[in-house]
């Protein structure tokens, strides 16, 4: 109150140009005491939310293969007399098609063949097919939960991808159901995708995980 006294009769005294000056230079001297504060206390916000803010990237702890038993390797010559039979190929223009593919695809001589295909004649049922499934994905899960050390309970997001196979109930649903998981589990069945889809199916996972981390 004193302060606002003695400001207004010094102001009475002075002719109005001085005291439009005196208040604009007390202006000024504020906001050039104000400014530097306001942008410290930004900056420091900033560098707060961005050392405490949560990462969001995704690694991969660990994997596992299936391989199957010695007895369903078969050469590249076997592997094309099974397509053969497979097929019935009968078109020596689609035969040599065929053949140069095998060669070209990174099929060695000891490429892995599923059982029913070993058959004669070979077996293509569905039947066989789930049989095959499952001894693949069954053999790599037993196996990845082994090294992990993994709880069932704990896993919250499931993702399969099959390059064919697409059946009902779904290969996701025969996971969940075998190994007990939990029953708010995310599952996720990719199939018919081709052999390219199992990057898609990993894009997928990193995605849900990173999504979850926000929540």
Do not use: W
Request: charged share 20%.
């Amino acid at each position: 109150m004193v302060l606002l006294q003695a400001r207004f009769l010094v102001s009475s005294m002075l002719p109005p140009l001085i005291m439009v000056d005196l208040i604009d230079s007390f202006s000024l001297f504020n906001l050039s005491f104000i400014a530097p504060i306001l942008c410290l206390a930004v900056a420091l916000l900033a560098l707060h939310r961005f050392i405490t803010r949560p990462s969001h990237k995704v690694f991969l702890l660990d994997f596992t293969c299936y391989k199957p038993p010695v007895a369903q390797a078969v050469t590249k010559e076997e592997a094309l007399d099974i397509f053969h039979r497979c097929y019935k190929i009968a078109n020596e223009e689609a035969a040599e098609f065929l053949r140069k593919n095998i060669h070209k695809s990174g099929l060695g001589d000891s490429t892995y063949f599923p059982e029913p295909l070993l058959k004669d004649p070979p077996d293509q049922s569905m039947e066989g097919a789930r049989r095959e499934s499952e001894l693949a994905i069954f053999g790599a899960v037993d196996k990845l939960l082994v090294k992990t050390k993994v709880n069932c309970k704990d896993i919250g997001i499931l993702v399969v991808n099959c390059c064919l196979f697409n059946v009902t109930p779904s290969l996701s649903s025969m996971i969940v159901n075998k190994y007990k998981l939990r029953d708010s589990i995310a599952s996720y069945s990719l199939s018919g995708m081709g052999c390219s889809a199992g990057l898609v199916a990993i894009g997928l996972a990193k995605q849900l995980l990173q999504v979850i981390s926000l929540l």
